[in-house]
């Protein structure tokens, strides 16, 4: 029991660091520009609106009562999944490496946002193990992890795509035509990968967080109408596939 506490307040050092990290990118230059600025002159086809980036608030404050739950309950073992310090720990380490790069070292910082994705869908993995998950771990534990794991990955293929302007490959005579197809190609990616993930697991969050960013992505400014019209196709589509997943649910229960 004692050896498990000490892994909460393990996880709550690694957020209370996070926080600290997001909290100062959001108030320090990094490089020549602000942080929210670093979007700016990209010009990636994958480009959000900028209300987009609200979910990280829904996301860190559910995160808040997975690091802070526990500590709030003294007598007795409050969640059935492991604390999972390290992996958690290693999480926090790799998002405040890849916030801090911004777009400095483009591709130090995907390749952190990359491994973030696997130590998060670790993670993702083990909240779904749970048999019989109580009010406090669907709301503390699952939904956290699945809007983590979800988002995390839905950046990662945006990131992808910005990676193809910071290295210039577009100014390749011949490539530049071919871009738009690899970007419809990282979207069917993330699409058949959130409805492979859902329906393994059952969980419609995963499908409703793509579509939360494939709907940003049909409405903010894109250069080619074919990446606005498919994402926006594949927002609606993950949202009725979302809605299955929660019938199929209710049905294998009963």
């Known amino acids: 029991m004692m050896r498990s506490r000490a892994s909460y307040w393990c996880n709550l050092a690694s957020f209370a660091a996070l926080m600290a990290a997001n909290l100062a990118a959001a108030s320090l230059p990094f490089g020549d520009r602000q942080p929210e600025e670093l979007s700016d002159g990209l010009h990636a086809l994958l480009t959000p609106a900028g209300y987009t980036?609200?979910?990280?608030?829904?996301?860190?404050?559910?995160?808040?009562?997975?690091v802070l739950?526990?500590?709030l309950q003294p007598t007795r073992e409050p969640f059935s999944v492991t604390?999972?310090?390290v992996r958690f720990l290693l999480s926090c380490l790799l998002s405040i490496l890849w916030v801090t790069l911004g777009d400095?070292?483009?591709l130090i910082s995907l390749t952190a946002l990359l491994l973030l994705v696997i130590v998060a869908a670790s993670m993702y993995r083990s909240t779904r193990q749970i048999l019989r998950p109580a009010a406090a771990e669907i709301w503390f534990v699952r939904l956290p992890f699945s809007l983590y794991f979800g988002w995390i990955s839905v950046t990662a293929l945006a990131s992808l795509d910005a990676l193809l302007v910071h290295t210039r490959l577009s100014e390749i005579p011949h490539f530049g035509p071919w871009q738009p197809g690899l970007t419809l190609v990282l979207l069917a990616v993330g699409l058949a990968g959130a409805c492979l993930v859902g329906f393994r697991w059952r969980d419609a969050i995963v499908p409703l967080t793509f579509a939360w960013g494939y709907g940003a992505i049909a409405a903010g400014p894109q250069l080619y109408r074919v990446v606005t019209v498919v994402s926006g196709a594949g927002a609606l589509a993950l949202i009725v596939y979302a809605l299955w997943i929660s019938f199929l649910r209710s049905y294998e229960r009963d």
């Open 53 to 66: 980036f609200s979910i990280w608030l829904l996301i860190y404050g559910l995160l808040t009562g997975w």
């Open 69 to 71: 739950y526990p500590l």
């Open 83 to 85: 604390p999972m310090p």
């Open 104 to 106: 400095r070292h483009p």
